[in-house]
């Protein structure tokens, strides 16, 4: 799936991809992405993101 995504990302220029926004299920708009060893995290403002247990992003209420 990723590949299929950078084969139509890599079709656009970069002033196009400013102007796009990234949706998860067309309702919720990704607001971070956060990328570590072997996982992209698409994070939107209903998520709640935890590191070791602690909260590091709280959903927007």
Do not use: C
């Not at 990234?22 to 209903?46: A, P």
Request: no cysteine; glycine share 2%.
């Amino acid at each position: 799936m990723l590949k299929k995504l950078k084969d139509i990302l890599n079709t656009y220029t970069d002033e196009e991809l400013k102007e796009l926004d990234l949706w998860i299920n067309s309702s919720h708009e990704v607001k971070q992405i956060i990328v570590d060893d072997y996982n992209i995290d698409l994070i939107t403002n209903n998520a709640d993101v935890r590191f070791n247990g602690s909260i590091s992003k709280e959903a927007d209420k």
